[in-house]
């Protein structure tokens, strides 16, 4: 059975400070996996990692993936408020050419001023 | 932000109803998802479809059942609700084989 863990499940912090994230993963036939970050509607979509080692980056948000240990951290530095949210990490086998995601629990982040 | 919408945004039914949700795309997508989420559960996929009339049943599929009959549509139904089946409804879509997915506004549902 497909399966995500998130750690931690929360995480407070204070403006400035530096947080990493991390995802841990089985899953038969990975193709890939895919950051979300969910404020308080819809997932919007971060990152999509394929190959190990290369690291996206988009502004202050970064995020890695290793294939030979199964996980994956997205780190954010120089935190702001807006970055309170939950990051959501998913993986998921390709059926039919559609991606069956299964997603983690999630990690509530929350950003102190 | 990628056109999508679900409709009705709210809704409160009674046990045993029918019910019927909605996701639309303008972007000619071919793969679209319907998921739920609920507290300590996370998301989940219900059902998923790879084409016109190409469906399949995803983590959670038990009390629904899905059409598409065309590229921009796609309809969730509940037969009969269920308390159970209180949830918040997201609707996505994927362009390509193994792309990113993009979700819609969601639909809150509340069954009595």
């Known amino acids: 059975e497909d399966k995500v863990v998130q750690s931690p499940l929360s995480l407070v912090v204070h403006e400035g400070d530096t947080v990493t994230l991390n995802c841990s993963y089985e899953?038969?036939?990975?193709?890939?996996l895919l950051w979300y970050k969910q404020e308080k509607k819809a997932p919007t979509f971060l990152f999509m990692l394929?190959?190990?080692?290369i690291e996206k980056k988009s502004g202050r948000l970064s995020s890695i993936l290793d294939k030979k240990e199964l996980f994956s951290i997205l780190n954010i530095t120089a935190t702001q408020t807006g970055d309170s949210a939950v990051y959501l990490c998913?993986?998921?086998?390709?059926?039919?050419?559609?991606?069956?995601?299964?997603f983690g629990q999630g990690t509530r982040l929350t950003i102190n001023p | 932000d990628a056109g999508i919408t679900q409709s009705p945004r709210h809704k409160v039914t009674e046990t045993g109803t029918p019910v019927t949700l909605r996701c639309h795309q303008t972007?000619?997508?071919?793969?679209m998802y319907w998921y739920r989420q609920d507290p300590g559960h996370g998301l989940r996929l219900i059902h998923y479809?790879?084409?016109?009339?190409?469906?399949d049943k995803g983590e959670v599929s038990d009390g629904y059942s899905v059409s598409r009959s065309k590229t921009e549509d796609f309809l969730l139904t509940l037969e009969s609700a269920t308390s159970s089946q209180t949830s918040v409804y997201f609707c996505?879509?994927?362009?390509?084989?193994?792309?990113?997915?993009?979700f819609g506004p969601g639909t809150r549902l509340t069954v009595l």
């Open positions: 996505a879509i994927s362009g390509r084989a193994g792309n990113e997915q993009f």
């Open positions: 899953v038969t036939n990975f193709r890939s």
């Open positions: 394929t190959s190990s080692g």
């Open positions: 998913a993986v998921g086998p390709i059926i039919q050419g559609a991606q069956k995601l299964v």
């Open positions: 972007e000619n997508h071919r793969y």
């Open positions: 479809s790879y084409g016109v009339k190409d469906t």
